[in-house]
């Protein structure tokens, strides 16, 4: 059973960090693009991080750029999401999906493949 599973959100302040995970099982990330999506309350879903599994290229959003950075741990079957100096608008529920995908990232896919449940991050001021 391919699944995804993400961790690591919780409540943190102001321009404190986190770091999430995002653990694959029942497949590995050899020509996959992983996602890091977000949904703030209230708002539609967004992708704010992606990577391709086969160059290694990735994209960010404007508003997290600089700010959080995604990579892959391939023996770990795991990709991670560092964010750094996190603002109130980055609470949100993270997920991370996973889409075949054979080329370099642009812009981050949408049209997802594998999804996983999400974890909450919760930035207070």
């Known amino acids: 059973e391919v699944q995804l599973v993400e961790s690591g959100g919780g409540l943190v302040q102001a321009g404190g960090s986190l770091r999430l995970s995002c653990a694959a099982s029942?497949?590995?990330?050899?020509?996959?693009?992983i996602v890091w999506f977000r949904q703030a309350p209230g708002k539609e879903r967004e992708g704010v991080a992606c990577?391709?599994?086969?160059?290694?290229?990735?994209y960010y959003k404007d508003s997290v750029k600089d700010r959080f950075a995604i990579n892959i741990d391939n023996s770990k079957k795991t990709v991670y999401l560092q964010m750094n100096t996190l603002k109130r608008e980055d609470t949100a529920v993270y997920y991370c999906?996973?889409?075949?995908?054979?080329?370099?990232?642009?812009?981050?896919?949408?049209?997802?493949?594998?999804w996983g449940k999400g974890t909450l991050v919760t930035v207070s001021s």
């Open positions: 999906a996973a889409i075949w995908w054979d080329g370099p990232i642009v812009v981050c896919p949408t049209g997802m493949d594998y």
């Open positions: 029942g497949f590995t990330f050899d020509n996959y693009a």
């Open positions: 990577i391709a599994d086969n160059d290694g290229s990735t």
